[in-house]
């Protein structure tokens, strides 16, 4: 696809780092302009800059949006239509992450998260989803985690947000197949960013051993799977090795992670 001189987008919201990042770098090379939005003003100009250089024949645009805020959707999707900004794909990727007890954190940091993974993009979803409908065309990318399908201690505001993310996504799937728009939920496991804040060592070796997948590797793979109408896909078999585990997980080795950790 030659998207030179239109106004189709992919819109990319977290696009500015980490599988963010990885998921324009996808869509640029299946030949969308690029659309990153983001909270920081610096790593989006930093972005811009590379994906322009990288594919100069493309349109690459970078925006700055908080979408924590309660009117950040219709925000940014009256930001698209003013521009003339005809977004084809949207990749709903931004997402925080904290670790330790829900009643320890204060709300709102969870009040925070609840908007970033499911008011936003649902709200993005029935925003961009209306208008690919009536175009009878488009594709919807919704970044979960294999933890949406987990009960754990110490992610439980992260666990719960991204299992809302997940069964939506679903929803509208159905919803919007026969209209000729695809709705895909990618739930990948360990994601080798600065997410977590993991050292850099014990990254490498997360790598080493298979545990932990690049964001390159999810982006080709989520990107692959959204294109073929795919509602769920869990990248990288040896996750649904680990949701298999964690399905048997007896229940004195979580009482064992809650009484060192919460």
């Known amino acids: 696809m030659d998207n030179l001189n239109k106004n189709t987008f992919a819109l990319v919201t977290g696009g500015s780092s980490g599988i963010g990042y990885a998921y324009a770098e996808e869509w640029a090379r299946k030949g969308y302009n690029i659309l990153i939005v983001s909270n920081r003003e610096d790593l989006n ?14 349109r690459i645009v970078a925006h700055y949006q908080d979408l924590t805020l309660s009117d950040a959707a219709q925000a940014l999707f009256d930001y ?18 904290y670790f330790g007890a829900a009643v320890e954190k204060p709300m709102a940091l969870s009040h ?15 925003l961009f989803g209306k208008a690919m409908k009536d175009r009878g065309r488009g594709y919807i990318l919704n970044a979960s985690s294999i933890t949406a399908f987990m009960s754990f201690p110490t992610i439980a505001a992260y666990q719960a947000s991204k299992s809302y993310l997940l069964k939506f996504s679903k929803g509208i799937h159905y919803e919007l197949s026969h209209y000729g728009v695809k709705v895909c939920c990618v739930c990948p496991g360990a994601v080798d960013t600065d997410l977590y804040n993991l050292p850099v060592k014990m ?20 990107v692959r799977a959204t294109l073929n109408g795919r509602k769920v896909k869990i990248p990288g078999p040896i996750n649904y090795f680990f949701l298999f585990l964690c399905f048997l997980l007896p229940g004195f080795v979580i009482n064992l992670v809650k009484k060192k950790f919460v």
């Open 112 to 126: 925070k998260m609840t908007m970033l993974h499911c008011t936003a993009p649902a709200d993005l979803c029935v």
């Open 203 to 222: 990254r490498k070796r997360l790598r080493a051993i298979g545990v932990m997948m690049s964001p390159e590797q999810i982006a080709k793979k989520g």
């Open 80 to 97: 698209c239509n003013d521009g003339h900004y005809e977004v084809e794909v949207l990749v709903n990727n931004a997402g925080m992450f």
């Open 45 to 58: 100009a930093q972005a811009q800059e590379k994906l322009q250089a990288q594919f100069p024949h493309l």
